[in-house]
C-alpha cells in the first residue's frame, strides 16, 4: 500500500485532485505548532483547541471533496486518524518492507521482473468486497487507517510501512478478477512479536509464512482493466510461470492507493 496512506483523487476543475503522503508533509507544516505549547493560560489551551478543531476540519473536508471523485465516502469519524496521520507523516520514517533479492531478469537493459523471498512476517489484514477494485482498497485502507492511527490495544501511532499490499484472485484462466479482495499492512519490526490488537473486529492479525515472489514494476492507476493486463504480462515474461499460483496475486502499492500514476508492483506467488 504507495504506501503508505490512502491517496484519494478524483477529478475535478482543476484537473485531479489527489491526497498524497508528500501532500500530508506540506499539510502538517501549515499547522502552527505555537498553540500545542501553552504555558497553561486558559485561553491559550482554548485558541489551542479551536485551532486543533478547525485543522481536524479542513483536513476531512479536503479528503471528502478528493474522495468523492472514486465514489468513495470519508466519514466524520476519521477526521482524528487523518490529523493524526498527517502531523506524524515523515518520508524518512516509512520502514520497508525487508526481502532477500534472488535474481533481477533484464532484457536490453530493461529490468522485466525481480525474484525476491520475503520472510514470514505478521500483517494486520482486513477483507474487502465492494463493486469496484479502487472502492475496495481505499475503503479498506481507511480501516487500517484507524488501526494505524491509535485505535489498538496499544494506544499508539504505529507508524507506515511500505508497500501497503492488497492481494486478488482471478478465475483460472486469468481472464476476470473476483470482487472479494484482502488490503494488508505490514507490521512493523518492532511489534512483529506483539502486535498490538485492532479494536476493528474486521482486522485480523494474520502470520504469513515465507514466500518467493517475482515482482515487476508498473506505473498508474490500478483497477480491473490494469491489473489484468499486468497479470498476463508477467505470465508471458516468466519462464516457468506454472511454478506459480494460478489464481492469487498480490498487487504492491508505494504511492497511495487512488493516486492517478502511482507506483505499483506486480506479484506473483511461488507455489509452495
Given at each position: 500500500m504507495?504506501?503508505?496512506?490512502?491517496?484519494?483523487?478524483?477529478?475535478?476543475?482543476?484537473?485531479p485532485?489527489?491526497?498524497?503522503?508528500?501532500?500530508?508533509?506540506?499539510?502538517?507544516?501549515?499547522?502552527?505548532?505555537?498553540?500545542y505549547?501553552?504555558?497553561?493560560?486558559?485561553?491559550?489551551?482554548?485558541?489551542?483547541?479551536?485551532?486543533?478543531?478547525?485543522?481536524?476540519?479542513?483536513?476531512?473536508?479536503?479528503?471528502?471533496?478528493?474522495?468523492?471523485?472514486h465514489?468513495?465516502?470519508v466519514?466524520r469519524?476519521?477526521?482524528?486518524?487523518?490529523?493524526?496521520?498527517t502531523?506524524?507523516?515523515?518520508?524518512?520514517?516509512?520502514?520497508?518492507?525487508?526481502?532477500t533479492?534472488?535474481?533481477?531478469?533484464e532484457?536490453?537493459?530493461?529490468?522485466?521482473?525481480?525474484?525476491?523471498?520475503?520472510?514470514?512476517a505478521?500483517?494486520?489484514?482486513?477483507?474487502?468486497?465492494?463493486?469496484?477494485?479502487?472502492?475496495?482498497?481505499?475503503?479498506?485502507?481507511?480501516?487500517?487507517?484507524?488501526?494505524?492511527?491509535e485505535?489498538?490495544?496499544?494506544?499508539?501511532?504505529?507508524?507506515?510501512?511500505?508497500?501497503?499490499?492488497?492481494?486478488?484472485?482471478?478465475n483460472?484462466?486469468?481472464?476476470?478478477?473476483?470482487?472479494?479482495?484482502?488490503?494488508?499492512?505490514?507490521?512493523?519490526?518492532?511489534?512483529?512479536?506483539?502486535?498490538?490488537?485492532?479494536?476493528?473486529?474486521?482486522?485480523i492479525?494474520?502470520?504469513?509464512?515465507a514466500t518467493?515472489?517475482y515482482?515487476?514494476?508498473?506505473?498508474?492507476?490500478?483497477?480491473?482493466?490494469?491489473?489484468?493486463?499486468?497479470?498476463n504480462?508477467?505470465?508471458?515474461?516468466?519462464?516457468?510461470?506454472?511454478?506459480c499460483?494460478?489464481?492469487?496475486?498480490?498487487?504492491?502499492?508505494?504511492?497511495?492507493?487512488?493516486?492517478?500514476?502511482r507506483?505499483?508492483?506486480?506479484?506473483?506467488?511461488?507455489?509452495?
Amino acid at each position: 500500500m504507495e504506501t503508505g496512506g490512502c491517496r484519494m483523487g478524483g477529478a475535478g476543475p482543476a484537473g485531479p485532485a489527489a491526497i498524497t503522503l508528500e501532500e500530508l508533509d506540506g499539510l502538517a507544516e501549515e499547522s502552527p505548532d505555537s498553540a500545542y505549547h501553552s504555558h497553561g493560560s486558559s485561553l491559550e489551551e482554548e485558541a489551542a483547541e479551536r485551532m486543533d478543531d478547525e485543522e481536524q476540519e479542513r483536513l476531512l473536508n479536503y479528503w471528502q471533496s478528493v474522495g468523492r471523485g472514486h465514489q468513495v465516502d470519508v466519514p466524520r469519524d476519521m477526521a482524528e486518524p487523518i490529523q493524526q496521520l498527517t502531523r506524524n507523516n515523515n518520508p524518512q520514517e516509512r520502514q520497508s518492507i525487508p526481502f532477500t533479492l534472488i535474481q533481477r531478469k533484464e532484457k536490453l537493459g530493461d529490468l522485466l521482473y525481480e525474484k525476491r523471498q520475503y520472510g514470514k512476517a505478521k500483517w494486520a489484514c482486513i477483507k474487502m468486497k465492494e463493486k469496484q477494485y479502487e472502492q475496495s482498497i481505499c475503503l479498506g485502507f481507511m480501516k487500517l487507517m484507524r488501526y494505524i492511527c491509535e485505535q489498538n490495544s496499544s494506544g499508539l501511532y504505529l507508524g507506515i510501512t511500505v508497500p501497503i499490499v492488497t492481494i486478488v484472485h482471478t478465475n483460472e484462466a486469468q481472464s476476470a478478477m473476483t470482487q472479494a479482495v484482502t488490503v494488508a499492512y505490514y507490521l512493523p519490526e518492532v511489534l512483529q512479536d506483539e502486535p498490538p490488537h485492532p479494536f476493528d473486529s474486521d482486522i485480523i492479525i494474520e502470520e504469513w509464512p515465507a514466500t518467493i515472489v517475482y515482482s515487476r514494476s508498473f506505473r498508474g492507476i490500478t483497477n480491473e482493466d490494469s491489473i489484468m493486463r499486468e497479470i498476463n504480462l508477467l505470465a508471458a515474461i516468466l519462464e516457468s510461470p506454472e511454478l506459480c499460483l494460478r489464481d492469487t496475486f498480490i498487487i504492491a502499492g508505494y504511492t497511495n492507493p487512488a493516486a492517478a500514476n502511482r507506483h505499483n508492483e506486480i506479484w506473483f506467488l511461488q507455489r509452495p
